[in-house]
């Protein structure tokens, strides 16, 4: 079958299957959401144990994790939100806001992430009273549909009303598919590569991307240098480093650099600043300046296999002193393996200009982190850096996307603004798949003001 027709054939189920959500209740699509997240939640291991043997990439334990805990945190976010029918009253304004569905998804799907950003997609698009269709990565096409064959199956065992085609998978990805698909749905979700992202724009639907991620993570004087190392150790080995939103550099005072360094040691980092080792590793993680997709969410054992490096069994991470910033050094790009490199810097500014130097060279609008116990250098690296978010002395790869422990909205889609082309500068939500119409009642007693009042 050609493309056109087996989409077609998809978009019309998705079509018949919208309009009979875009009557449900508040109550009957958040037993869908729910239904969505248990099912993973209930199958992570499972799920977990298909994407690393499918993909090849990534860490099993990180991924039951991130199934487990995107789940959780997701429905928790999402089960007290209003979605449809009217969600709220502006009395001063005497505006009332009804939200409506925006129609059909197209979600396309990377293969670093192919259970829960289906998952995740999924709940938000059902939340709005939307039906939704799965573009997953062709490396990833086996577990991303095995997720959704077990929703679906959810559904039905559990008795839950839900139309049948609701949700969709391309079960037989393709280039030619997806694009078809992005042209022909209402909105679409483009999770992955840049050109996925840049081919969604170019779709003449509506189109919510990622840009590329390259998170600076400064360490400011002064702070528990142990603590510190500890959570960026943990970010950066989580899933093998393949998460957007994983720390990429140390950012080190030059004063406690030595101190800074024996933290991350002692916390499982592999320090190296012999030059010879560092451009085995700069040779071995890029290609003509690009990432390896060989070495994309593999271990510390074999990116040092591959480097020709000998590196002790129990490091976590590889630390890399860096011989420059920005475009001086390939070390300064996004490494999707648990590699960091090292600066160090004299001042805070000084600290958030080798930072914007590195964003400005790859992942411009992304997310940095900073682990500081002073909040007026938290607000002026907030200030000064073109991100989107800021984590504060936490792990960025586990907490950017929202958790527990702040007020990042749960996600598996991170936007970053026009800096990185796209059209958010936060955490794609729910509330980005339904439109909402506003009701304008007339305010009485009106009290006109002068134009001297108005114009000083």
């Known amino acids: ?14 079509k018949e299957a919208q309009n009979k959500l875009a009557t449900y209740s508040q109550e009957e699509l958040d037993a869908i959401v729910k239904t969505i997240g248990k099912t993973v939640y209930d199958n992570a291991e499972e799920l977990a144990r298909m994407a690393i043997d499918e993909t090849r990439m990534g860490v099993y334990e990180d991924k039951v994790g991130k199934n487990k805990g995107k789940s959780k945190t997701i429905w928790n976010n999402l089960k007290d939100k209003k ?16 939200a409506k569905p925006v129609g059909i998804v197209g979600a396309v799907t990377p293969t670093t992430n192919p259970i829960v950003t289906p998952m995740c997609n999924a709940m938000f698009a059902l939340k709005g009273g939307n039906a939704i269709i799965i ?29 049948k085609d609701a949700i969709q998978v391309i079960t037989e990805p393709s280039l030619t598919y997806t694009n078809e698909l992005m042209g022909k749905v209402d909105v679409v979700l483009a999770t992955g590569g840049m050109g996925m992202v840049k081919a969604a724009y170019s779709s003449g639907k509506p189109s919510f991307g990622v840009g590329a991620g390259n998170v600076q993570v400064i360490i400011d004087k002064g702070v528990n240098y142990d603590e510190a190392a ?18 990429q550099t140390v950012i080190a005072p030059k004063s406690d650099y030595k101190t800074v360094i024996d933290a991350m040691v002692r916390n499982g980092a592999y320090y190296i600043d012999n030059p010879s080792d560092i451009q085995k590793f700069r040779d071995t993680m890029f290609e003509n300046g690009h990432m390896n997709k060989d ?81 007026e250098n938290i607000e002026l690296a907030g200030n000064l850096l073109t991100i989107s978010r800021l984590v504060v002395n936490a792990p960025s790869s586990t907490t950017a996307g929202g958790s527990l422990f702040n007020g990042f909205a749960p996600t598996t ?39 001297e009042q108005i114009w000083g």
């Not at 493309?3 to 019309?12: A, G, L, R, V």
């Not at 593999?298 to 020709?308: K, L, P």
């Open 1 to 14: 079958m050609d493309s056109k027709n087996y989409i077609d054939e998809m978009i019309q189920k998705a």
């Open 83 to 98: 979605s449809v029918g009217i969600i709220g009253r502006d009395l001063e304004k005497n505006l009332i806001m009804v």
């Open 413 to 451: 889609t991170l936007g970053c603004g026009t800096w990185g082309n796209n059209v958010i500068s936060e955490n794609l939500d729910y509330k980005h798949l339904i439109n909402i119409s506003r009701i304008g009642l007339l305010i009485e007693d009106v009290v006109v003001p002068t134009d």
């Open 230 to 247: 500890a959570k960026i150790v943990a970010g950066r080995k989580f899933d093998n480093g393949i998460i957007c939103s994983g720390e």
């Open 295 to 375: 070495v994309v969410g593999q271990s510390v054992a074999r990116v040092a296999e591959m480097a020709g490096v000998v590196v002790p069994k129990e490091a976590k991470v590889i630390l890399l002193k860096a011989s420059g910033i920005g475009a001086e050094d390939l070390l300064c790009k996004e490494k999707m393996c648990p590699v960091l490199s090292a600066f160090e810097y004299d001042t805070i500014e000084d600290a958030i200009n080798i930072a914007q130097t590195n964003l400005d060279l790859e992942g411009k609008g992304h997310t940095a982190a900073i682990h500081s116990d002073n909040i």
């Open 135 to 163: 573009a997953p990565h062709p490396r990833s096409k086996g577990c991303t549909t095995e997720t959704v064959s077990r929703i679906n199956k959810a559904l039905v065992d559990n008795k839950i009303r839900c139309p």
